[in-house]
Protein backbone atom coordinates (compact mmCIF):
# COMPACT_ATOMS: atom_id res chain seq x y z
CA UNK A 1 0.00 0.00 0.00
CA UNK A 2 1.08 3.29 -0.75
CA UNK A 3 2.28 5.62 1.70
CA UNK A 4 0.72 9.37 1.27
CA UNK A 5 -0.35 10.09 4.50
CA UNK A 6 1.18 12.71 7.61
CA UNK A 7 0.26 12.69 10.86
CA UNK A 8 1.26 16.03 13.02
CA UNK A 9 1.18 16.48 16.55
CA UNK A 10 1.08 20.10 18.40
CA UNK A 11 1.92 19.10 21.82
CA UNK A 12 1.19 22.48 24.25
CA UNK A 13 0.73 22.94 27.65
CA UNK A 14 -3.06 23.31 27.42
CA UNK A 15 -3.73 21.28 24.17
CA UNK A 16 -2.45 18.90 21.93
CA UNK A 17 -3.66 19.75 18.38
CA UNK A 18 -3.78 16.66 16.24
CA UNK A 19 -3.66 16.60 11.92
CA UNK A 20 -3.70 13.76 9.15
CA UNK A 21 -2.51 15.61 6.19
CA UNK A 22 -1.21 14.40 2.63
CA UNK A 23 2.17 13.78 1.83
CA UNK A 24 1.79 17.19 -0.03
CA UNK A 25 0.88 18.73 3.30
CA UNK A 26 -3.23 19.15 2.81
CA UNK A 27 -5.13 19.01 6.31
CA UNK A 28 -7.67 16.56 5.84
CA UNK A 29 -8.60 15.80 9.43
CA UNK A 30 -7.50 17.66 12.95
CA UNK A 31 -8.94 17.46 16.13
CA UNK A 32 -7.24 18.24 19.71
CA UNK A 33 -7.58 17.00 23.12
CA UNK A 34 -6.83 18.76 26.55
CA UNK A 35 -3.06 17.83 27.76
CA UNK A 36 -3.81 16.13 31.51
CA UNK A 37 -0.51 17.28 32.99
CA UNK A 38 -1.50 15.47 36.36
CA UNK A 39 0.72 12.84 37.98
CA UNK A 40 3.69 14.28 36.42
CA UNK A 41 2.55 14.43 33.24
CA UNK A 42 2.71 10.45 32.76
CA UNK A 43 -0.98 10.31 30.83
CA UNK A 44 0.67 12.70 28.66
CA UNK A 45 1.93 10.32 26.33
CA UNK A 46 -0.75 7.47 26.34
CA UNK A 47 -2.96 9.92 25.44
CA UNK A 48 -1.49 10.89 22.13
CA UNK A 49 -0.87 7.42 21.48
CA UNK A 50 -4.77 6.38 22.14
CA UNK A 51 -5.61 9.09 20.48
CA UNK A 52 -4.02 8.44 17.35
CA UNK A 53 -4.95 4.87 17.53
CA UNK A 54 -8.57 5.84 17.87
CA UNK A 55 -8.97 8.23 15.16
CA UNK A 56 -6.73 6.39 12.40
CA UNK A 57 -9.88 3.55 13.28
CA UNK A 58 -12.31 6.33 13.10
CA UNK A 59 -11.64 7.61 9.44
CA UNK A 60 -10.61 3.78 8.51
CA UNK A 61 -6.98 4.66 7.76
CA UNK A 62 -5.24 1.95 7.37
CA UNK A 63 -1.01 2.32 9.30
CA UNK A 64 0.52 1.44 6.05
CA UNK A 65 -0.84 4.34 4.06
CA UNK A 66 1.39 6.48 6.52
CA UNK A 67 4.38 8.21 6.38
CA UNK A 68 5.11 8.73 10.04
CA UNK A 69 3.91 10.89 12.95
CA UNK A 70 5.51 14.19 13.58
CA UNK A 71 5.82 16.15 16.49
CA UNK A 72 6.45 19.09 17.88
CA UNK A 73 6.94 19.95 21.74
CA UNK A 74 8.16 21.91 24.51
CA UNK A 75 11.10 21.84 26.66
CA UNK A 76 14.43 20.74 24.94
CA UNK A 77 14.25 17.85 22.50
CA UNK A 78 17.21 15.49 21.61
CA UNK A 79 16.56 14.67 18.17
CA UNK A 80 19.18 12.07 18.18
CA UNK A 81 17.59 9.92 21.02
CA UNK A 82 14.09 10.77 20.55
CA UNK A 83 13.73 12.24 24.16
CA UNK A 84 12.58 15.30 26.42
CA UNK A 85 13.57 16.98 29.16
CA UNK A 86 13.08 20.31 30.95
CA UNK A 87 9.49 19.89 29.52
CA UNK A 88 7.73 22.40 33.11
CA UNK A 89 4.99 23.48 31.65
CA UNK A 90 4.42 19.34 30.56
CA UNK A 91 4.68 18.39 34.04
CA UNK A 92 8.00 16.53 33.04
CA UNK A 93 10.71 16.02 35.40
CA UNK A 94 12.20 13.68 34.19
CA UNK A 95 13.76 13.40 30.88
CA UNK A 96 11.08 11.18 28.66
CA UNK A 97 11.65 8.56 26.52
CA UNK A 98 8.55 10.22 24.14
CA UNK A 99 9.83 8.59 21.09
CA UNK A 100 10.05 5.06 22.13
CA UNK A 101 6.86 4.77 23.97
CA UNK A 102 4.76 6.50 21.14
CA UNK A 103 6.76 4.29 18.34
CA UNK A 104 5.45 1.10 20.69
CA UNK A 105 1.97 2.69 21.06
CA UNK A 106 1.41 3.22 17.62
CA UNK A 107 3.89 1.39 15.18
CA UNK A 108 4.54 4.44 13.20
CA UNK A 109 7.87 6.40 13.44
CA UNK A 110 7.58 9.23 15.17
CA UNK A 111 10.02 12.30 14.14
CA UNK A 112 9.90 15.43 17.07
CA UNK A 113 11.38 19.15 17.37
CA UNK A 114 10.76 21.63 19.79
CA UNK A 115 7.47 23.49 19.49
CA UNK A 116 9.23 26.88 17.91
CA UNK A 117 11.06 25.11 15.29
CA UNK A 118 7.81 22.82 14.19
CA UNK A 119 6.12 25.96 14.05
CA UNK A 120 8.63 27.35 11.81
CA UNK A 121 9.13 24.80 9.60
CA UNK A 122 5.49 24.30 9.35
CA UNK A 123 5.16 28.53 8.18
CA UNK A 124 8.20 27.67 5.69
CA UNK A 125 6.32 24.91 3.86
CA UNK A 126 3.01 25.42 3.90
CA UNK A 127 2.41 29.72 5.29
CA UNK A 128 4.05 32.62 4.78
CA UNK A 129 7.41 31.47 3.81
CA UNK A 130 6.19 29.92 0.33
CA UNK A 131 8.01 26.60 0.57
CA UNK A 132 11.40 28.03 0.11
CA UNK A 133 14.19 26.87 1.47
CA UNK A 134 15.58 29.69 3.41
CA UNK A 135 13.40 31.30 6.40
CA UNK A 136 13.79 32.38 9.81
CA UNK A 137 10.50 32.51 12.37
CA UNK A 138 9.94 34.88 15.05
CA UNK A 139 6.93 34.05 17.34
CA UNK A 140 5.94 36.48 19.53
CA UNK A 141 4.14 35.35 22.57
CA UNK A 142 4.56 35.63 26.66
CA UNK A 143 8.58 34.83 25.57
CA UNK A 144 10.19 35.31 21.87
CA UNK A 145 10.85 32.12 20.46
CA UNK A 146 11.55 31.13 16.63
CA UNK A 147 12.75 28.52 14.23
CA UNK A 148 15.55 29.26 11.48
CA UNK A 149 15.59 27.00 8.33
CA UNK A 150 18.62 27.46 6.08
CA UNK A 151 18.63 25.52 2.65
CA UNK A 152 15.44 23.46 3.81
CA UNK A 153 16.51 22.39 7.02
CA UNK A 154 16.74 23.22 10.78
CA UNK A 155 19.24 25.06 12.07
CA UNK A 156 19.97 23.01 15.43
CA UNK A 157 23.49 23.74 16.14
CA UNK A 158 25.97 21.88 18.39
CA UNK A 159 23.41 21.90 21.76
CA UNK A 160 19.80 22.31 20.22
CA UNK A 161 19.91 26.19 21.05
CA UNK A 162 19.99 27.15 17.59
CA UNK A 163 17.10 29.92 16.59
CA UNK A 164 16.85 31.04 19.82
CA UNK A 165 16.44 34.11 18.62
CA UNK A 166 14.32 35.62 21.53
CA UNK A 167 17.92 35.77 23.27
CA UNK A 168 19.62 38.09 20.74
CA UNK A 169 20.73 40.84 23.00
CA UNK A 170 19.27 43.70 20.65
CA UNK A 171 19.82 46.46 24.10
CA UNK A 172 23.39 45.63 25.75
CA UNK A 173 23.01 46.27 29.56
CA UNK A 174 18.82 46.47 29.52
CA UNK A 175 15.97 44.69 30.78
CA UNK A 176 17.35 42.01 32.88
CA UNK A 177 15.76 38.65 30.92
CA UNK A 178 14.53 34.89 32.59
CA UNK A 179 18.27 33.98 30.78
CA UNK A 180 20.38 35.43 33.08
CA UNK A 181 21.44 37.93 30.69
CA UNK A 182 20.59 41.99 29.61
CA UNK A 183 18.77 43.22 26.71
CA UNK A 184 17.61 39.94 25.06
CA UNK A 185 14.85 40.71 22.56
CA UNK A 186 12.32 38.47 24.60
CA UNK A 187 12.46 41.37 27.02
CA UNK A 188 11.18 43.60 24.39
CA UNK A 189 9.01 42.11 21.77
CA UNK A 190 7.17 39.44 24.26
CA UNK A 191 3.66 40.56 25.47
CA UNK A 192 5.46 41.09 28.54
CA UNK A 193 8.32 42.97 27.26
CA UNK A 194 5.38 45.40 25.33
CA UNK A 195 3.99 45.82 28.85
CA UNK A 196 6.88 46.85 30.70
CA UNK A 197 8.33 48.95 27.79
CA UNK A 198 4.45 50.27 28.54
CA UNK A 199 5.19 50.48 31.94
CA UNK A 200 8.51 52.70 31.96
CA UNK A 201 7.36 54.76 29.17
CA UNK A 202 4.57 56.03 30.84
CA UNK A 203 6.51 57.01 34.25
CA UNK A 204 8.99 59.26 32.08
CA UNK A 205 6.38 60.69 30.10
CA UNK A 206 4.35 63.98 31.47
CA UNK A 207 2.31 64.60 28.42
CA UNK A 208 -1.42 63.91 27.53
CA UNK A 209 -2.21 59.97 27.20
CA UNK A 210 -4.78 57.08 27.58
CA UNK A 211 -1.75 54.83 28.49
CA UNK A 212 -0.43 56.54 30.78
CA UNK A 213 -3.63 57.35 32.64
CA UNK A 214 -3.90 53.45 32.75
CA UNK A 215 -0.64 52.63 33.81
CA UNK A 216 -0.89 55.68 36.71
CA UNK A 217 -4.54 54.23 38.22
CA UNK A 218 -2.61 50.86 38.35
CA UNK A 219 -5.22 49.48 35.83
CA UNK A 220 -4.38 46.11 33.86
CA UNK A 221 -2.06 46.71 30.68
CA UNK A 222 -1.84 44.15 28.10
CA UNK A 223 0.15 44.15 24.99
CA UNK A 224 -3.25 44.24 23.15
CA UNK A 225 -4.07 47.25 24.86
CA UNK A 226 -1.50 48.74 24.27
CA UNK A 227 -1.27 48.28 20.05
CA UNK A 228 -5.30 48.87 20.28
CA UNK A 229 -4.15 52.43 21.50
CA UNK A 230 -1.63 53.11 19.33
CA UNK A 231 -4.26 52.57 16.82
CA UNK A 232 -6.18 54.56 17.92
CA UNK A 233 -3.94 57.42 18.12
CA UNK A 234 -2.18 57.31 21.94
CA UNK A 235 0.65 59.31 21.65
CA UNK A 236 2.77 57.35 23.91
CA UNK A 237 1.25 53.69 23.18
CA UNK A 238 2.50 54.79 19.56
CA UNK A 239 5.88 55.35 21.32
CA UNK A 240 6.13 52.08 22.82
CA UNK A 241 5.08 50.14 19.31
CA UNK A 242 8.31 52.29 17.65
CA UNK A 243 10.35 50.60 20.05
CA UNK A 244 9.08 47.22 19.65
CA UNK A 245 9.16 47.81 16.28
CA UNK A 246 12.97 49.33 16.44
CA UNK A 247 13.73 46.13 18.15
CA UNK A 248 12.27 43.61 16.34
CA UNK A 249 14.06 45.25 13.06
CA UNK A 250 17.46 45.15 14.31
CA UNK A 251 17.18 41.78 15.17
CA UNK A 252 15.33 40.28 12.14
CA UNK A 253 17.70 42.23 9.97
CA UNK A 254 20.86 41.03 12.17
CA UNK A 255 19.01 37.53 11.55
CA UNK A 256 19.29 38.17 7.82
CA UNK A 257 22.62 39.83 7.58
CA UNK A 258 24.03 36.64 8.32
CA UNK A 259 21.35 33.88 7.21
CA UNK A 260 20.24 35.64 4.16
CA UNK A 261 17.05 34.18 3.92
CA UNK A 262 14.16 34.76 1.18
CA UNK A 263 12.04 36.03 4.31
CA UNK A 264 11.75 36.71 8.52
CA UNK A 265 8.22 35.45 9.01
CA UNK A 266 6.08 36.79 12.23
CA UNK A 267 3.82 35.14 14.40
CA UNK A 268 2.64 34.20 17.55
CA UNK A 269 -0.18 36.12 19.94
CA UNK A 270 1.78 39.50 19.65
CA UNK A 271 2.29 39.28 15.95
CA UNK A 272 -1.89 39.98 15.96
CA UNK A 273 -0.94 43.45 15.80
CA UNK A 274 -1.10 42.63 11.46
CA UNK A 275 -0.03 45.07 9.27
CA UNK A 276 0.40 48.11 11.81
CA UNK A 277 3.35 46.44 13.51
CA UNK A 278 4.52 44.57 10.31
CA UNK A 279 4.94 48.03 8.96
CA UNK A 280 7.12 49.52 11.20
CA UNK A 281 9.07 46.25 11.77
CA UNK A 282 9.70 46.50 8.12
CA UNK A 283 10.92 49.85 8.17
CA UNK A 284 13.08 48.88 10.72
CA UNK A 285 14.52 46.18 8.78
CA UNK A 286 15.03 48.31 5.72
CA UNK A 287 17.44 50.17 7.89
CA UNK A 288 19.46 47.71 9.39
CA UNK A 289 19.78 45.12 6.57
CA UNK A 290 22.79 45.14 4.43
CA UNK A 291 21.76 46.00 1.13
CA UNK A 292 22.33 41.73 -0.64
CA UNK A 293 19.73 40.89 2.31
CA UNK A 294 17.25 43.83 1.97
CA UNK A 295 16.88 43.13 -1.64
CA UNK A 296 15.75 40.07 -1.36
CA UNK A 297 14.66 39.27 2.41
CA UNK A 298 10.65 39.96 2.98
CA UNK A 299 9.43 40.53 6.42
CA UNK A 300 5.67 38.58 6.79
CA UNK A 301 2.91 38.02 8.95
CA UNK A 302 2.77 34.31 9.88
CA UNK A 303 0.05 33.05 7.75
CA UNK A 304 -1.01 29.35 9.45
CA UNK A 305 -2.29 30.82 12.87
CA UNK A 306 -2.80 28.19 15.27
CA UNK A 307 -2.30 25.56 12.92
CA UNK A 308 1.79 25.92 11.99
CA UNK A 309 2.56 23.78 14.71
CA UNK A 310 0.42 20.66 13.09
CA UNK A 311 1.77 21.77 9.42
CA UNK A 312 5.35 21.73 10.53
CA UNK A 313 5.32 18.73 12.87
CA UNK A 314 3.76 16.78 9.43
CA UNK A 315 7.05 18.65 7.75
CA UNK A 316 9.18 16.51 10.28
CA UNK A 317 7.67 13.64 9.54
CA UNK A 318 7.57 14.49 5.75
CA UNK A 319 11.09 15.05 5.52
CA UNK A 320 12.58 11.93 7.89
CA UNK A 321 13.97 8.61 6.85
CA UNK A 322 13.13 6.99 10.10
CA UNK A 323 11.40 3.79 9.61
CA UNK A 324 10.27 1.11 12.46
CA UNK A 325 11.72 -2.17 11.85
CA UNK B 1 42.66 4.63 -10.44
CA UNK B 2 41.77 5.35 -6.84
CA UNK B 3 41.00 9.22 -6.70
CA UNK B 4 42.76 10.13 -3.92
CA UNK B 5 44.12 14.04 -3.82
CA UNK B 6 42.68 17.41 -3.64
CA UNK B 7 43.95 20.61 -5.43
CA UNK B 8 42.81 23.73 -3.36
CA UNK B 9 42.84 27.36 -5.00
CA UNK B 10 42.89 30.64 -3.16
CA UNK B 11 42.73 33.44 -5.64
CA UNK B 12 43.49 37.06 -4.17
CA UNK B 13 43.78 40.32 -5.61
CA UNK B 14 47.95 40.14 -4.91
CA UNK B 15 49.00 36.54 -4.78
CA UNK B 16 47.13 32.89 -6.11
CA UNK B 17 47.95 30.33 -3.51
CA UNK B 18 47.88 26.73 -4.85
CA UNK B 19 48.16 23.67 -3.01
CA UNK B 20 47.48 19.64 -3.26
CA UNK B 21 46.33 17.97 -0.63
CA UNK B 22 45.13 13.99 0.20
CA UNK B 23 41.46 13.59 0.70
CA UNK B 24 42.57 13.81 4.38
CA UNK B 25 43.46 17.23 4.03
CA UNK B 26 47.23 16.99 4.83
CA UNK B 27 49.17 19.39 2.15
CA UNK B 28 51.33 17.63 0.23
CA UNK B 29 52.79 20.31 -2.30
CA UNK B 30 52.35 24.22 -2.03
CA UNK B 31 53.40 27.03 -4.24
CA UNK B 32 51.76 30.60 -5.58
CA UNK B 33 52.16 32.87 -8.82
CA UNK B 34 51.77 36.71 -8.90
CA UNK B 35 48.07 37.62 -9.79
CA UNK B 36 47.96 39.37 -13.30
CA UNK B 37 45.02 41.41 -13.01
CA UNK B 38 46.32 43.83 -16.72
CA UNK B 39 44.29 43.55 -19.38
CA UNK B 40 41.01 43.41 -17.50
CA UNK B 41 42.15 40.24 -15.11
CA UNK B 42 41.97 38.26 -18.38
CA UNK B 43 45.43 36.46 -17.91
CA UNK B 44 43.87 34.97 -14.53
CA UNK B 45 41.80 32.21 -15.37
CA UNK B 46 44.61 30.62 -18.10
CA UNK B 47 47.47 31.60 -15.66
CA UNK B 48 45.20 29.24 -13.02
CA UNK B 49 45.22 26.45 -15.36
CA UNK B 50 48.45 26.88 -16.79
CA UNK B 51 49.98 26.64 -13.23
CA UNK B 52 47.93 23.47 -12.37
CA UNK B 53 48.78 21.74 -15.34
CA UNK B 54 52.47 22.52 -15.41
CA UNK B 55 52.32 21.27 -11.96
CA UNK B 56 50.82 18.34 -12.06
CA UNK B 57 53.28 17.42 -15.07
CA UNK B 58 56.46 18.72 -12.41
CA UNK B 59 55.27 16.21 -9.93
CA UNK B 60 54.00 13.14 -11.92
CA UNK B 61 50.79 13.53 -10.86
CA UNK B 62 47.90 11.50 -12.98
CA UNK B 63 45.12 13.60 -13.35
CA UNK B 64 43.05 10.59 -12.73
CA UNK B 65 43.50 10.88 -9.20
CA UNK B 66 42.36 14.13 -8.65
CA UNK B 67 38.83 14.09 -6.99
CA UNK B 68 38.43 17.94 -7.66
CA UNK B 69 39.77 21.40 -7.76
CA UNK B 70 38.27 23.78 -5.48
CA UNK B 71 38.53 27.19 -5.24
CA UNK B 72 37.85 30.30 -3.31
CA UNK B 73 37.77 33.93 -4.61
CA UNK B 74 36.84 37.81 -4.48
CA UNK B 75 33.52 39.17 -5.50
CA UNK B 76 29.96 37.68 -5.64
CA UNK B 77 30.15 34.15 -6.80
CA UNK B 78 27.28 32.03 -8.35
CA UNK B 79 28.15 28.21 -7.28
CA UNK B 80 25.46 27.22 -8.70
CA UNK B 81 26.44 28.29 -12.48
CA UNK B 82 30.16 28.71 -11.64
CA UNK B 83 30.21 32.14 -12.75
CA UNK B 84 31.88 35.40 -10.54
CA UNK B 85 30.86 38.75 -10.78
CA UNK B 86 31.75 41.68 -8.67
CA UNK B 87 35.23 40.89 -8.01
CA UNK B 88 36.90 44.33 -8.33
CA UNK B 89 40.41 43.89 -6.86
CA UNK B 90 41.09 41.32 -9.54
CA UNK B 91 40.18 43.64 -12.53
CA UNK B 92 36.86 41.91 -13.49
CA UNK B 93 34.29 44.11 -14.72
CA UNK B 94 32.08 42.01 -16.94
CA UNK B 95 30.38 38.60 -15.60
CA UNK B 96 33.50 35.35 -15.23
CA UNK B 97 32.73 32.06 -16.49
CA UNK B 98 35.41 30.91 -14.28
CA UNK B 99 34.08 27.07 -13.57
CA UNK B 100 33.55 26.10 -17.47
CA UNK B 101 36.83 28.10 -18.40
CA UNK B 102 39.11 26.11 -15.63
CA UNK B 103 36.94 22.86 -16.27
CA UNK B 104 37.78 23.05 -19.91
CA UNK B 105 41.10 23.90 -19.45
CA UNK B 106 41.98 21.06 -16.82
CA UNK B 107 39.65 18.66 -17.65
CA UNK B 108 38.98 18.44 -13.57
CA UNK B 109 36.10 19.03 -12.19
CA UNK B 110 35.75 22.80 -10.16
CA UNK B 111 33.85 23.81 -7.14
CA UNK B 112 34.28 27.34 -5.91
CA UNK B 113 33.19 29.84 -3.44
CA UNK B 114 33.62 33.35 -2.09
CA UNK B 115 37.21 33.56 -0.17
CA UNK B 116 35.94 34.50 3.18
CA UNK B 117 33.59 31.44 2.94
CA UNK B 118 36.41 29.08 1.70
CA UNK B 119 38.69 30.02 4.82
CA UNK B 120 35.76 30.01 6.80
CA UNK B 121 35.39 25.85 5.66
CA UNK B 122 39.26 24.89 6.13
CA UNK B 123 39.34 26.44 9.45
CA UNK B 124 36.75 24.31 10.48
CA UNK B 125 37.97 21.28 8.56
CA UNK B 126 41.58 21.43 9.79
CA UNK B 127 41.98 24.42 11.74
CA UNK B 128 40.39 25.89 15.39
CA UNK B 129 37.35 24.50 14.28
CA UNK B 130 38.11 20.75 15.30
CA UNK B 131 36.11 19.41 12.07
CA UNK B 132 33.12 19.81 14.35
CA UNK B 133 29.32 20.51 11.38
CA UNK B 134 28.73 23.93 13.29
CA UNK B 135 31.07 26.85 13.38
CA UNK B 136 31.46 30.11 12.69
CA UNK B 137 34.63 31.77 11.46
CA UNK B 138 35.20 36.07 11.37
CA UNK B 139 38.14 37.22 9.86
CA UNK B 140 38.91 40.53 10.60
CA UNK B 141 41.22 42.55 7.94
CA UNK B 142 40.86 45.76 6.10
CA UNK B 143 37.14 44.96 6.14
CA UNK B 144 35.56 42.42 8.02
CA UNK B 145 34.45 39.02 6.49
CA UNK B 146 33.10 35.65 7.59
CA UNK B 147 31.51 32.05 7.07
CA UNK B 148 29.30 30.00 8.97
CA UNK B 149 29.14 26.15 8.94
CA UNK B 150 25.80 24.75 9.94
CA UNK B 151 25.73 20.78 10.57
CA UNK B 152 29.23 20.52 8.40
CA UNK B 153 27.82 23.11 4.89
CA UNK B 154 28.20 26.52 4.44
CA UNK B 155 25.06 29.26 4.91
CA UNK B 156 24.81 30.67 1.89
CA UNK B 157 20.92 31.79 2.21
CA UNK B 158 18.87 32.81 -0.76
CA UNK B 159 21.47 35.38 -2.40
CA UNK B 160 24.77 34.20 -1.27
CA UNK B 161 25.03 36.60 1.24
CA UNK B 162 25.07 34.14 4.14
CA UNK B 163 27.99 34.96 6.35
CA UNK B 164 28.17 38.49 5.95
CA UNK B 165 28.98 38.92 9.96
CA UNK B 166 30.41 42.53 9.06
CA UNK B 167 27.36 43.98 8.16
CA UNK B 168 25.50 42.89 11.29
CA UNK B 169 24.51 45.92 13.60
CA UNK B 170 26.57 46.25 16.93
CA UNK B 171 26.11 49.94 17.20
CA UNK B 172 22.65 51.69 15.82
CA UNK B 173 23.33 54.97 14.51
CA UNK B 174 26.85 54.64 15.22
CA UNK B 175 30.10 54.78 12.36
CA UNK B 176 28.86 55.14 8.44
CA UNK B 177 29.64 51.91 6.50
CA UNK B 178 30.78 51.54 3.09
CA UNK B 179 27.75 49.76 2.71
CA UNK B 180 25.35 52.87 3.64
CA UNK B 181 24.37 51.34 7.01
CA UNK B 182 25.58 52.47 10.25
CA UNK B 183 27.40 50.83 12.86
CA UNK B 184 28.11 47.47 10.98
CA UNK B 185 31.05 45.14 13.00
CA UNK B 186 33.41 46.64 10.06
CA UNK B 187 33.67 49.74 11.21
CA UNK B 188 34.44 48.58 14.70
CA UNK B 189 36.22 45.51 14.47
CA UNK B 190 38.30 46.08 10.87
CA UNK B 191 41.93 47.41 10.90
CA UNK B 192 40.65 50.66 9.79
CA UNK B 193 37.96 50.65 12.08
CA UNK B 194 40.51 50.05 15.10
CA UNK B 195 42.03 53.46 14.00
CA UNK B 196 38.82 54.92 13.61
CA UNK B 197 38.05 54.29 17.38
CA UNK B 198 41.52 55.63 17.91
CA UNK B 199 41.30 58.63 16.89
CA UNK B 200 37.54 59.09 18.61
CA UNK B 201 38.92 58.10 21.93
CA UNK B 202 42.21 60.22 21.46
CA UNK B 203 39.99 63.44 20.83
CA UNK B 204 37.38 63.00 24.02
CA UNK B 205 40.30 61.99 25.93
CA UNK B 206 42.59 64.52 28.28
CA UNK B 207 45.10 62.53 30.09
CA UNK B 208 48.51 61.12 29.32
CA UNK B 209 48.88 58.35 26.78
CA UNK B 210 50.70 57.70 23.84
CA UNK B 211 48.32 56.84 21.30
CA UNK B 212 46.69 60.48 22.06
CA UNK B 213 50.08 61.98 21.39
CA UNK B 214 50.66 60.45 18.06
CA UNK B 215 47.00 60.81 16.86
CA UNK B 216 47.40 64.58 18.15
CA UNK B 217 50.98 64.54 16.13
CA UNK B 218 49.25 63.45 12.62
CA UNK B 219 51.57 60.79 13.15
CA UNK B 220 50.28 57.31 11.08
CA UNK B 221 48.59 55.33 13.79
CA UNK B 222 47.78 51.41 12.77
CA UNK B 223 45.78 48.54 14.73
CA UNK B 224 48.92 47.06 15.25
CA UNK B 225 50.37 50.18 17.08
CA UNK B 226 46.95 50.33 18.59
CA UNK B 227 47.14 46.68 20.11
CA UNK B 228 51.09 47.15 20.41
CA UNK B 229 50.48 50.28 22.73
CA UNK B 230 47.83 48.41 24.75
CA UNK B 231 49.75 45.49 25.73
CA UNK B 232 52.39 47.73 26.62
CA UNK B 233 49.65 49.61 28.93
CA UNK B 234 48.80 52.78 27.59
CA UNK B 235 45.40 53.83 28.67
CA UNK B 236 43.92 54.84 25.92
CA UNK B 237 44.78 52.01 23.59
CA UNK B 238 43.09 49.72 25.94
CA UNK B 239 40.35 51.92 26.60
CA UNK B 240 40.17 51.08 22.57
CA UNK B 241 40.81 47.22 22.72
CA UNK B 242 37.81 47.18 25.40
CA UNK B 243 35.35 48.87 22.72
CA UNK B 244 36.89 46.68 20.10
CA UNK B 245 36.55 43.36 21.67
CA UNK B 246 33.33 44.69 23.29
CA UNK B 247 31.92 44.67 19.51
CA UNK B 248 33.68 41.69 18.45
CA UNK B 249 32.10 39.73 21.75
CA UNK B 250 28.17 40.93 21.18
CA UNK B 251 28.71 39.98 17.42
CA UNK B 252 29.72 36.23 18.48
CA UNK B 253 27.22 36.24 20.99
CA UNK B 254 24.67 36.84 18.74
CA UNK B 255 26.09 34.44 15.80
CA UNK B 256 26.17 31.90 18.24
CA UNK B 257 22.61 32.93 20.28
CA UNK B 258 21.08 31.73 16.66
CA UNK B 259 23.32 28.92 15.51
CA UNK B 260 24.78 27.64 18.76
CA UNK B 261 27.97 26.57 16.90
CA UNK B 262 30.92 24.30 18.93
CA UNK B 263 33.09 27.34 18.50
CA UNK B 264 33.51 31.04 16.77
CA UNK B 265 36.82 31.35 15.30
CA UNK B 266 38.31 34.45 14.59
CA UNK B 267 40.77 35.14 12.38
CA UNK B 268 42.32 37.74 9.68
CA UNK B 269 44.87 40.28 10.06
CA UNK B 270 43.65 42.26 13.82
CA UNK B 271 43.45 39.26 14.89
CA UNK B 272 47.60 38.87 15.27
CA UNK B 273 46.77 40.45 18.45
CA UNK B 274 46.58 37.17 19.73
CA UNK B 275 45.46 36.03 23.66
CA UNK B 276 45.25 39.62 24.30
CA UNK B 277 42.48 40.33 22.53
CA UNK B 278 41.01 37.15 22.52
CA UNK B 279 40.34 37.05 26.25
CA UNK B 280 38.66 40.43 26.17
CA UNK B 281 36.49 38.97 23.26
CA UNK B 282 35.47 35.69 25.18
CA UNK B 283 35.04 38.03 28.43
CA UNK B 284 32.34 39.92 26.23
CA UNK B 285 31.12 36.83 24.46
CA UNK B 286 30.14 35.13 28.13
CA UNK B 287 27.92 38.42 28.77
CA UNK B 288 26.23 38.06 25.94
CA UNK B 289 25.47 34.53 24.74
CA UNK B 290 22.37 32.72 25.95
CA UNK B 291 23.38 30.20 28.47
CA UNK B 292 22.65 27.09 26.52
CA UNK B 293 25.24 27.74 23.76
CA UNK B 294 27.86 30.27 26.57
CA UNK B 295 28.21 26.57 27.90
CA UNK B 296 29.08 24.97 24.76
CA UNK B 297 30.14 27.56 22.44
CA UNK B 298 34.19 28.46 22.22
CA UNK B 299 35.61 31.77 21.13
CA UNK B 300 38.91 30.74 19.83
CA UNK B 301 41.83 31.99 17.49
CA UNK B 302 42.18 31.01 14.11
CA UNK B 303 44.99 28.27 13.84
CA UNK B 304 45.85 28.09 9.75
CA UNK B 305 47.06 31.58 8.89
CA UNK B 306 47.25 32.18 5.39
CA UNK B 307 47.01 28.51 4.45
CA UNK B 308 43.29 28.76 5.49
CA UNK B 309 42.21 29.53 2.30
CA UNK B 310 43.89 27.04 0.53
CA UNK B 311 42.72 24.40 2.88
CA UNK B 312 38.62 25.31 2.73
CA UNK B 313 38.98 25.51 -1.15
CA UNK B 314 40.08 21.91 -0.92
CA UNK B 315 37.47 20.81 1.32
CA UNK B 316 34.85 23.05 -1.04
CA UNK B 317 36.27 20.09 -3.61
CA UNK B 318 36.31 17.32 -0.81
CA UNK B 319 32.64 17.51 -0.50
CA UNK B 320 31.14 18.79 -4.39
CA UNK B 321 29.63 15.49 -5.88
CA UNK B 322 30.51 17.74 -9.15
CA UNK B 323 32.14 15.59 -11.96
CA UNK B 324 33.20 16.48 -15.55
CA UNK B 325 31.70 14.57 -18.20
Redesign the interface.
Known amino acids: MAKDKLIGVDLGGTTIKFAILTAEGEIQQKWSIKTNILDEGSHIVPDIIDSINHHLDLYQLDKDRIIGIGMGTPGTVDTENGTVRAAFNLNWKETQNVREQIEAGTGLPLTMDNDANAAALGEQWRGAGNN???VAFITLGTGVG?G?I??G?L???????????G???VE?GGYLCT???YG?LEQYASATGVVHLAQDFAEAYAGNSQLKAMVDNGEEVTSKIVFDLAKDGDYLANEVVDKVAYYLG?AS???S??????SVVIGGGVSAAGKFLLDRVAKNFS???????R???EVKLAELGNDAGAYGAASLARNSDRTIA
Request: net charge negative.
Open positions: QPDGLNDKIHGVAGAGGEVHMIPCGNCLANINILNPSQFAFKATDVT
